[in-house]
């Protein structure tokens, strides 16, 4: 696990994060979750119960403590959910990781009927919740050195392609209307359903 992924698996960290961001910046216009952990398993039986539990930890815990922590900070800001194709699918060798991917879908939703809510007719106030499922990401730690996910399927997508989601999200004159959404910049797959 990073060093990044096990300092937000504890509630503390993720509530100690927020303030001093926003002291640091005056405010929040949006909020991104994007961390994840994730370990191949042959099958169900190869799960430890201590490592279900970290993965959820790290995968749900911690957007859900960011998020709680922020929200009174993002009046009209926009809460982006990283997750992955995973949580739509399921993935045969990464079954902690889609559970957990599949529980920020279902968080995503919920955040977005949660913090709706009319200001004048047509117009949403509340944090705007979205979710980015992409799934693998072409991340260079060095020349020439590749970082994909394991159990990928075709090629990984450039972080380019994926940045707009962000974009689209973060921006309230782009997606007011677009609360609850999912954004799934999969390369050209077909979504399950």
Known sequence: MSRSAATLAGEGNCEHAVDPTVAELGGLDALVNNVATQQLAGDLTGLSTERWKRTFKVNVFSYFWTTRAALKHLPDGGIINTSSINGLRGNKTLIDYAATTGAVLALTYSLAQS???????????????????????????????????????????????????????????????????????????????
Do not use: K
């Open 115 to 193: 913090t709706a809510g009319l200001r004048h007719p047509g117009e949403l106030r509340g944090a705007r919740a979205g979710l980015d499922a992409t799934d693998p990401v072409d991340l260079r730690r060095g020349p020439g050195q590749l970082v994909r996910q394991p159990g990928a399927q075709g090629r990984a997508a450039h972080p380019d392609e994926i940045v707009p989601s962000y974009v689209f999200f973060a921006s309230g004159r782009l997606s007011s209307y677009d609360s609850g959404e999912v954004r799934a910049p999969i390369g050209g797959e077909t979504l399950p359903g």
